[in-house]
């Protein structure tokens, strides 16, 4: 075997205490597409960034080696000197300029700080023939497609001699056409000697144009596979990616499961910006008495999408479909009516929206039923106090008191104030979309008590995670959305990790 | 047990200390009014605190602080408004013609104008929260379209004089039956009282709050600052009793002062205004109708900057095409002076009014001193700029 072009070795990376990169391994041979995989947030992105400079050196543990050479990036421009560049998932293209304008952006043809249209142009005209697109270097990148754009992106990486491409999820926004064309050229890019990094979640791609493959589970690297010698079963890699102990990390639960209590029939929701776009896909969707119902799926699959449309309408357009509770069709178009009908909402994003984050602890717990605290729109002060402090109390809120400043709390903490915002709305039906996203085990094992607890009262939880192993542990039932539809339904008994991986990997391909 | 009481008592000085030190820009700017008073009534040999000063400083500052009040609530909600100065010139202007003349009785032209005012600012507000169009530049158009407006509704020449009664809008003093020649008891009496309602809530909203053990202020600061207020209050209206009294714009300022304090800090309405200011998608998500709680908060507006175009109007008894200019920049400066945040969600009423006073106070001073028009302009940005960086500052520590 030829000497590796990058060498990664014992990358430890924390952030805040918390480790996001316990120890990964990464070897990549020159000229070769290299995937890696790993389900959401076992450490990918991190790692690019490690490798990209976005982490500069010194912030993270471990060994960087690329040809031979030792690396310390103070930054991405020094990883790019090197001709390491990423592109992200987040297309990162100034939509009101040109195609040329936006390759050599912070690269300009100029002389003197006098840009050469010209030149700018002609070569733009030939990075785009390597990338098979047709269009003129002056279009607008707002007037293209988003899978143009992804080979925009690769363009502009050709421009700055790349050695060294890394792919961040490029397929996931795109349709299959697309998906296709941009693999094609992967290959085309490999015969020319360049050598990729790509990153997806899709393994009928990467069965496609991988010659090896290394499986990241918790910010470690827990397998490397080579594709070259014969061909890696699609069982191999999911069996690596999610083969995790399950501890006893879930409160016990003896589930008490009524009648049907609310439903969601034939739910048709389109893309906010993108009209054209069908994000829900006519789905139907019900939850009972006592139930806890999970939903399952990768990033983009749709599932804050579905929640927040049902909300209110609070994301999306030409909303169809009907809801019912108790069998009675209720209107939930504004989040006032949801509200009304004890819907309630836990948000994904407690700091974007969730919490007014400089006021206090007690200001946030009553804002969405600031009418229980009031008489003729007057706040009662002492009787706000009185609920947030047994909030407080119930909910296990560590801080002094009632009037510390929500920015001021840890992220478990952060989420309780969510949750006993909308615990104080007196809700029925609790739709709660990532509830123990980015806080601690501890904490996360009081927000699966209070759930539970919900669950044993009677209510009705809808429950949204990335994360598999809280799916499993908590609900009742999976449902398991890709793309804007259910492709598969488990019981709490059946589900494993494997078969919800298998139905989200092998739904696209059907 | 002597132990034990110094023990608590070094404990509430310590909390003392850290809550003076976490309250530092509510303190602060008392303070800064009061070192910026007694600095010009050095400089001035003690004409600021002349009772004809005086009342001529509450008369000059108070059309500038009724549009504090509801330029606070625009700039909390997360907007601003630039036609303020302009929208009050106009409806002046039509209130002139109005009274002058067709001879409307003042309480009608009176009423048609603040109408007058409501509507303009829902025209505004109309673009800003449901087409979320900037309100920078939806009120960037509108002071010129009411810059226009006025000159045209004036025909480019003033208008006056205004019946008496409506003059007594502003030049009038609350009347005295005692007839007294050198003081008005009646003026001072009222002072006091006021001072002492003032004195005897807020005694028992600490109560309140302490039954609830919701309390953080030490006692200590807590008397001091509410005594040196009332007691200010008190010593204010014996000056103004002993020229002509209470200034009738000044009941109109100190009753709006108190509703608008009243509803900013213990209402619903007032508590999801700072929530839309704070985090309008948090907001939102909570059930509060955020487009139509802006929609007011412009209407409102609008109301009272007729209102102050009326005082204005009144004040110098004839409607000019120039009235009005720049005071959007006064009034605006009083929020930001006062604490408001430009990012919305923070500020305060009684924030706004100190600093609309701070304002008031340098430029009367400054022009008792003789200091030119030129550098007080230079001098009042400084401060403007020197509030902000302060308030920034002390984020970030």
Not at chain 1, 164 to 178: G, Q, V
Not at chain 1, 181 to 195: D, F, S, V
Not at chain 1, 301 to 318: H, V
């Amino acid at each position: 075997m030829a000497e590796p072009i990058l060498e990664m070795r014992g990358i430890k990376k924390s952030f805040h205490g918390v480790r996001a990169l316990s120890n990964v391994n990464l070897s990549v041979q020159p000229g070769e597409i290299h995937a890696i995989v790993g389900e959401n947030g076992a450490g990918k992105s991190t790692l690019m960034k490690v490798l990209s400079g976005v982490y500069p050196d010194g912030d993270f543990e471990g060994q960087i080696k690329f040809s031979g050479q030792d690396c310390h990036f103070k930054g991405i421009a020094d990883s790019e000197h090197k001709g390491i560049i990423i592109i992200h998932q987040e297309l990162a293209l100034v939509p009101l300029l040109s195609i040329a304008e936006n390759i050599f952006l912070g690269n300009e043809q100029a002389t003197g700080g006098i840009i050469n249209w010209t030149t700018s142009f002609v070569k733009t005209q030939a990075l785009l023939k390597k990338v098979g697109l047709k269009e003129s270097p002056n279009a607008l990148i707002t007037n293209l497609g988003v899978g143009k754009q992804q080979l925009i992106e690769i363009a502009k990486a050709l421009s700055k001699e790349v050695k060294l491409l890394i792919l961040d999820e490029p397929t996931a926004s795109l349709n299959e056409t697309d998906s296709d064309a941009l693999m094609e050229l992967l290959l085309e890019l490999k015969r020319q000697g360049i050598t990729c990094i790509l990153i997806s979640h899709k393994l009928n791609e990467i069965s496609k144009v991988a010659d090896s493959i290394t499986v990241l589970r918790d910010g470690a690297t827990v397998a490397s596979l080579d594709c070259t010698s014969g061909k890696i079963s699609e069982d191999t890699v999911i069996r690596h990616m999610v083969g995790r102990e399950m501890a006893d990390r879930y409160p016990k639960r003896r589930p008490d499961i009524g009648g049907k209590v609310f439903e969601v029939k034939n739910w048709k929701v389109h893309h906010e910006v993108h009209p054209e776009r069908v994000v829900i896909k006519g789905v139907d969707l019900h939850v009972k008495r006592g139930e806890i119902v999970g939903i399952a799926g990768l990033m983009g699959a749709g599932r804050t999408e579905l929640a927040m449309s049902i909300f209110g309408k609070t994301y999306g357009r030409d909303i169809s479909g009907e809801v019912f509770l108790h069998g009675k069709k209720v209107d939930t178009s504004t989040v006032q009516k949801a509200i009304n009908n004890r819907i309630a909402y836990v948000t994904e994003d407690r700091k974007g929206y969730g919490l007014v984050l400089d006021e206090t602890i007690a200001w946030n717990t009553t804002l969405a039923n600031l009418n229980a605290v009031s008489t003729n729109a007057v706040i009662d002060e002492g009787r706000e106090f009185n609920v947030a402090e047994d909030y407080r109390r119930k909910l296990n809120i560590r801080s002094p008191d009632v009037f510390a400043r929500t920015v001021n709390l840890s992220g478990g903490n952060q989420q309780k104030v969510v949750l006993a915002k909308w615990l104080f709305s007196d809700p029925e039906v609790l739709i709660l979309d990532e509830p123990t996203r980015g806080i601690d085990v501890g904490a996360k094992y009081e927000i699966y008590t209070i759930i539970a607890q919900l669950a044993a009262e009677g209510k009705c939880v809808l429950m949204i995670s990335s994360e598999m192993p809280e799916l499993l542990g908590m609900c009742d039932r999976i449902c398991v959305l890709n793309e804007g539809k259910f492709v598969a339904e488990f019981t709490a008994a059946e589900a494993t990790q494997e078969k919800i991986m298998r139905s989200i990997v092998t739904s696209g391909v059907n | 047990m002597v132990t034990q009481t110094v023990e608590t008592d070094a404990k509430e000085a310590a909390g003392g200390g850290s809550f003076l030190k976490n309250n530092l820009r509510e303190y602060g700017l008392l303070l800064s009014l009061v070192v910026i008073m007694v600095f010009f009534q050095i400089e001035t040999d003690g004409t600021l605190f002349q009772p004809l000063n005086l009342t001529n400083l509450i008369l000059q500052n108070s059309y500038i602080i009724v549009m504090a009040l509801g330029m606070l609530l625009v700039i909390v909600s997360g907007h601003i408004d630039l036609s303020v100065g302009s929208v009050s010139g106009f409806v002046g202007a039509v209130a002139a013609v109005l009274m002058v003349n067709h001879g409307v009785h003042f309480v009608v032209a009176t009423i048609l104008c603040l109408i007058l005012g409501g509507v303009i600012g829902a025209a505004q507000g109309y673009w800003v929260a449901f087409y979320k169009i900037p309100s920078f530049i939806v009120t960037l158009a509108g002071m010129l379209v009411f810059k226009g407006l006025a000159l045209a509704v004036l025909e480019g020449s003033s208008v006056g004089p205004f019946p008496d009664t409506f003059q007594l809008l502003s030049t009038g003093f609350i009347p005295d039956p005692f007839h007294g020649e050198t003081l008005r008891v009646t003026s001072l009496v009222a002072g006091i009282l006021m001072a002492l309602v003032l004195l005897v809530s807020k005694v028992r909203g600490r109560a309140e709050r302490v039954k609830h053990g919701m309390e953080s202020e030490p006692a200590i600061l807590f008397m001091v600052k509410n005594l040196v207020f009332a007691s200010m209050i008190a010593a204010f209206s014996y000056m103004l009793a002993s020229y002509k009294g209470l200034p009738n714009v000044l009941i109109v300022m100190l009753l709006l002062m108190l509703i608008y304090d009243f509803v900013t800090s213990r209402t619903t309405l007032g508590r999801r205004i700072y929530a839309l200011g704070g985090n309008e998608k948090a907001a939102r998500l909570s059930g509060i109708k955020t487009e139509r709680l802006t929609f007011y908060t412009f209407i409102n507006m609008g109301m009272l900057s007729a209102l102050a175009g009326l005082i204005f109007a009144a004040r110098l008894n004839t409607a000019t095409p120039k009235a009005g200019l720049g005071f959007e920049l006064d009034v605006i400066a009083a929020c930001f002076i006062g604490g408001a945040s430009a990012s919305g969600g923070v500020g305060k009423v009684l924030g706004a009014v100190i600093g609309a006073f701070i304002m008031g106070v340098m430029n009367n001073g400054m022009s008792i001193m003789g200091i030119g028009i030129d550098y007080q302009q230079v001098i009042k940005g400084l401060v403007l700029l020197a509030a902000v960086c302060v308030d920034v500052y002390n984020k970030k520590k």
